[in-house]
């Protein structure tokens, strides 16, 4: 259903670009999110778009990362930009298939892929 790509390693002060393939159509209305999982810790919200297209993000990442969609939301990207170590996770992305009043709850969303790694070094 949805299904990331872009993931990889990178240098610390360098970029990469995730995408998420939206395969189901009632995942393209409402939120649409990245969530981020470090070894040891819990899973975080990183950013996303209500169903207005606004973005949020978490404190650490803004100004660094971008999140968009392609109008149809088909694709969901993530630009990363001015990485750190501490970014690196796996990368999840999230669609919720209803209305939800927090995209940046875990709780909002019903849809998820199976994650690409990011490794900053």
């Known amino acids: 259903q949805l299904v990331e790509s872009g993931g990889g390693s990178a240098q610390a002060g360098g970029s990469l670009t995730l995408s998420c393939k939206n395969f189901?159509?009632?995942?393209?209305?409402?939120?649409m999110g990245w969530f981020r999982q470090a070894p040891g810790k819990e899973r975080e919200a990183v950013a996303a778009?209500?169903?207005?297209?606004?973005?949020t993000y978490m404190d650490s990442v803004k100004g660094r990362f971008a999140v968009a969609k392609d109008s149809a939301g088909t694709n969901l990207t993530l630009q990363m930009t001015d990485l750190k170590p501490e970014d690196t996770a796996m990368y999840t992305c999230?669609?919720?298939?209803?209305?939800?009043?927090?995209?940046?709850?875990?709780?909002?969303?019903?849809?998820w892929g199976h994650g690409t790694q990011v490794t900053v070094s």
């Open positions: 999230a669609a919720s298939s209803w209305t939800r009043s927090n995209c940046l709850a875990e709780s909002s969303y019903n849809g």
């Open positions: 189901r159509p009632v995942f393209n209305r409402f939120c």
């Open positions: 778009l209500d169903s207005n297209g606004k973005a």
